[in-house]
Nanobody
Framework: QVQLVESGGGLVQAGASLRLSCTTS????????MGWFRQAPGKEREFAAS????????YYRDSVKGRFTISRDDAKNTVYLQMNNLKPEDTAVYYC???????????????WGQGTPVTVSS
């Protein structure tokens, strides 16, 4: 079993930056494809970004490309989501996710974190 714990959410103004962190339990982190999803109020959960085992491949939804960066630190069992130039439409609960298997642009998680809220005011 893999447990994911997010942190780093908060309330910021438009144009600000935040960095989300997700730390995993166990020794399997380097074998996991990691990702971030988000769910805005009243909307379905949507994919935001993902990163391969090695960190050499990443994938983003179009609306966050150029503003968000996903990265991982295997020594710390942690994946990050650096979010720059935040917009009110980025307001959502952000969920860390993980899956076994190869990296692909279609990310179907095996595990979820509990979520961390991000609110961007205009």
């Amino acid at each position: 079993q893999v447990q994911l714990v997010e942190s780093g959410g908060g309330l910021v103004q438009a144009g600000a930056s935040l960095r989300l962190s997700c730390t995993t339990s166990g020794r399997a982190f380097s074998s996991l494809v990691m990702g971030w999803f988000r769910q805005a109020p009243g909307k379905e959960r949507e994919f935001a970004a993902s990163i391969s085992w090695s960190g050499g491949s990443t994938y983003y939804r179009d609306s966050v490309k150029g503003r968000f960066t996903i990265s991982r630190d295997d020594a710390k069992n942690t994946v990050y989501l650096q979010m720059n130039n935040l917009k009110p439409e980025d307001t959502a609960v952000y969920y860390c996710a993980a899956r076994w298997g190869p990296f692909s642009t279609k990310f179907l998680p095996d595990y979820w974190g509990q979520g961390t809220p991000v609110t961007v005011s205009s």
